[in-house]
């Protein structure tokens, strides 16, 4: 197979020039500047906590200290001037009460029953932003307190186990099936059965900028939004619910946003919800905006997860068959833990051939705060497990790591877990190749193994190969049909319209190089509309790695139907210059006034997914990579450095090579913090260490070089090729580090995050281990 066009490793931000492209050059593929880069820099883009009212008000929420309870009494303290505050509970929501998502489950204030630690009870509004602290210690609220569930195993089997019941009969938020083949049949066939288990845990996505909301409310107009949030019309939908108002009197306007990573991406419309409610009472606009400890402590975070696998090989070790369980703990509201859960059971298989396989996956409930979207949705928990596992596959059957992953690698003409033939160019092998070649992965190897046999610092290499599917899963894209805008101005340039949004990650500037490249105009004449449902049409989230892929092919659609518009005229003529175009959209604006094209999300036609037997074409297509990392142990104190690594994905056609460069890079960095930084400390279902001296992350001092390199194979159903890119970094990293740290300890450690301690533990115990059963013994 041809390999794609290679990258060449990370570029320097100061070293590598942003391009200026003429139009006889391709935008597409061109580090271009970014559209809001200019004002980022010079401090002019505005974020929601710069932006200011008339006559607003500040807003505070008054949360549950418990985990689970019924609210006896709430009574407030005689030392304030409670006539000065605006007051609002349960009583005064004017709609359905709960934040509208998937169940509707979640309520925006908790009206009599606590669920978990910080859910939201009383809404507090002061003009000073300073009184509000005291206001809010003077609330006392006595609980009637219940028996609380905490973890999986406390949650799992509900009635029927002895358990606590706290959602439903049996604590399951949802459950998922893939069978394929027929799994049990290959068990006494197996030359050995390796079981295993896996854990992964909470992590917080630690953006930038908190989050903040202002709402203001009218009772002509109904309820205004602007806030940092990734998804206008989730936020637009839950409005629409919580006040009882048509879609023509909710408006949402997305402010300059500074990182989400899946954490604003449901969370707005509960801070929304509550701003709004305090506008509606004092009549006032309200803003909350979060410090960092409560970000932190009362928001979602990532799922943490428990995989179980027990995989039948021959004796070459190939995989026969085998059962995987997967479970997630979704806290103590559904969210969007259904579609989390979805992604991970399906990526549970990882990029390998089963002939047989079952995958059981649930989403429990516990009584800690509702976890929710994280960059990678589910599928690095599932991959963890399933690249440790290889590894362990590996040891059993006597091969190595590279070539028990050689033996299994999924091909063309073959299925995945799903059932779904993989019908695009993909060569795992090349990228595996490839991967060892640049990272030196054979001649280090033999080097760190003689060396950590009478050395003290211990080195290891470790390997991970995975794949991400992009867009939303199974019949997800044909749910949200939806529509992405190219508009003509009065001056002759463009507008993008689409409700995708800008948080740090490129979107405004690559789809607006989609635009010019289809229009072939120069880029500085295209640009993006502000996301304000009033403005623009729903393009669906912006998540899932769906905008380049999915949202980007629909600007190239509707871009194409533009101009057809002008040429349908007769203002254009084939083989037109970029004047000519400014021109041509300038009289039409002119002479009809308005000049717009619109374009419908379309299935592609050999794309189906069979919701009932959850089975088909999981997604349109997958990135493929793999990741070497190269690992030290320092034994004194039991720290693990990462001294080296090598990330290497085929992504389709690469659109803006920095761009895409940078998400790798982020991605690892995020990775690297999950595997051995980011640990959530839990006391009875609440986050104790929710500040950021305590919550610890990888600074650039604890980061290797990151060498991203592209192979580019294309993609009939993105945009010139493209697929998604965001999240699979996400995927990789952690079990790569992980099998890295057992090559150069000797540890079987099955659990991230893997602090010193608990690397020091783990070794001083021997480590926990997998079980092997061999040949027909069980």
């Known amino acids: 197979m041809r390999p794609g066009r290679r990258g060449h490793g990370m570029p320097c931000p100061y070293g590598e020039s942003v391009m200026t492209v003429q139009r006889n050059e391709s935008i597409v593929g061109a580090s271009v500047a970014r559209k809001e880069g200019r004002d980022k820099v010079t401090g002019r883009a505005r974020y929601i906590d710069d932006m200011t009212l008339p006559g607003m008000l500040f807003g505070a929420t008054v949360r549950s200290s418990v985990a689970r309870a019924k609210i006896k009494k709430i009574s407030f303290g005689a030392e304030i001037n409670w006539d000065e505050f605006v007051v609002v509970s349960a009583a005064d929501i004017p709609g359905k009460n709960c934040i509208a998502l998937i169940l509707d489950d979640q309520p925006c204030l908790a009206d009599g029953m606590i669920n978990h630690p910080e859910e939201p009870i009383l809404l507090l509004a002061h003009p000073e932003r300073h009184k509000l602290w005291k206001a809010m210690a003077a609330v006392k609220i006595d609980y009637e307190e219940l028996p609380a569930v905490t973890t999986i195993e406390e949650s799992e089997g509900g009635l029927a186990s002895g358990r606590e019941v706290i959602w439903g009969a049996d604590n399951i938020f949802k459950t998922f099936l893939i069978e394929k083949g027929d799994v049990d049949s290959v068990w006494p066939s197996a030359a050995h059965i390796v079981e295993g288990e896996y854990s992964t845990g909470a992590q917080e996505q630690l953006y930038i900028e908190n989050n ?42 997305q402010m300059e946003t500074g990182g989400a990573f899946g954490g604003k991406e449901e ?14 009472k004092s009549g006032r606009p309200v803003k909350i905006i979060y410090d960092r400890a409560e970000d932190m402590a009362a928001t979602t975070k990532r799922h943490p997860s428990r995989t179980r696998h027990r995989t039948a090989v021959d004796g070459d070790g190939k995989i026969l068959g085998g059962e995987i369980e997967f479970v997630i703990d979704g806290g103590a509201y559904a969210t969007l833990s259904s579609v989390v859960l979805s992604r991970g059971t399906i990526h549970a298989g990882g990029p390998y051939h089963w002939p047989n396989i079952r995958i059981r996956s649930k989403a429990v409930a516990t009584n800690v705060p509702p976890h929710g979207a994280f960059r990678g949705f589910g599928a690095p928990q599932s991959l963890f497990a399933m690249e440790r596992h290889m590894d362990r596959i590996a040891q059993v059957v006597g091969v190595s790591a590279s070539e028990i992953r050689r033996r299994n690698f999924l091909r063309p003409e073959q299925t995945t877990t799903t ?15 490839r991967a060892l070649e640049l990272s030196d992965y054979e001649a280090k190897k033999k080097r760190f193994t003689a060396a950590n046999a009478t050395g ?5 290499m470790g390997i991970a190969s995975f794949l991400h599917g992009a867009g939303f899963t199974g019949s997800g894209e044909r749910y949200l049909d939806s529509v992405a805008g190219v508009e003509g101005c009065a001056d002759g340039t463009v507008r993008v319209l689409v409700s995708s949004t800008e948080f740090g990650q490129g979107t405004n500037t690559v789809l607006c190089q989609i635009a010019a490249e289809t229009l072939k105009i120069s880029y500085d ?21 769906r905008t380049v892929m999915v949202v980007g092919k629909l600007v190239h659609s509707a871009a194409l139907g533009l101009r057809q518009t002008l040429v349908g005229a007769g203002l254009l003529r084939d083989g037109y210059s970029a004047e000519e175009f400014r021109v041509a959209c300038a009289e039409y604006v002119a002479k009809c006034g308005v000049l717009k094209s619109y374009a419908r999300y379309q299935a592609p036609p050999d794309v189906f997914w069979d919701d009932e037997k959850y089975r088909g074409e999981a997604y349109a297509t997958y990135a493929w990579a793999v990741y070497v990392a190269e690992v030290s142990v320092e034994p004194a104190t039991y720290s693990v450095a990462i001294e080296d690594f090598v990330a290497l994905q085929e992504v389709g056609r690469v659109l803006h090579p920095i761009l895409a460069e940078g998400q790798i890079v982020g991605g690892v960095a995020q990775a690297i913090g999950f595997a051995l930084y980011e640990k959530v400390v839990w006391e009875g279902g609440r986050m104790r260490n929710n500040q950021m001296t305590n919550y610890i992350m990888p600074t650039s001092s604890d980061l290797p070089p990151i060498r991203v390199f592209f192979e580019e194979f294309g993609n009939p159903h993105g945009a010139y090729g493209a697929k998604g890119i965001g999240e699979l970094p996400m995927d990789g990293p952690a079990p790569a580090i992980l099998n890295a740290l057992e090559d150069a300890c000797g540890v079987r450690c099955t659990a991230i995050p893997m602090l010193p301690e608990d690397l020091f533990a783990a070794m001083a115990h021997g480590g926990p281990d997998a079980t092997v059963l061999s040949g027909k013994t069980q």
């Not at 993989?422 to 595996?432: A, D, G, I, R, Y």
């Not at 304000?532 to 899932?544: I, L, M």
């Open 525 to 545: 004449s295209v640009a993006i509309a502000q996301p304000d449902t009033f403005a623009v049409p729903n393009s669906g989230p912006t998540v899932a790695s």
């Open 419 to 433: 059932q779904q033939k993989v019908s695009e160019e993909v060569n795992l092998e090349f990228l595996m190749d």
């Open 267 to 280: 969370y707005p419309s509960m801070i929304a919800g509550h701003a709004a409610l305090l506008a509606r």
């Open 456 to 460: 003290e610092k211990k080195r290891g």
């Open 212 to 253: 903040g909301i202002i709402a203001a409310f009218d009772p002509a107009e109904g309820v205004t939004i602007w806030g940092s949030l990734q998804c206008p019309y989730y936020v637009h939908k839950a409005m629409m619910k919580l006040f009882a108002l048509p879609e023509d009197k909710v408006r949402v306007v």
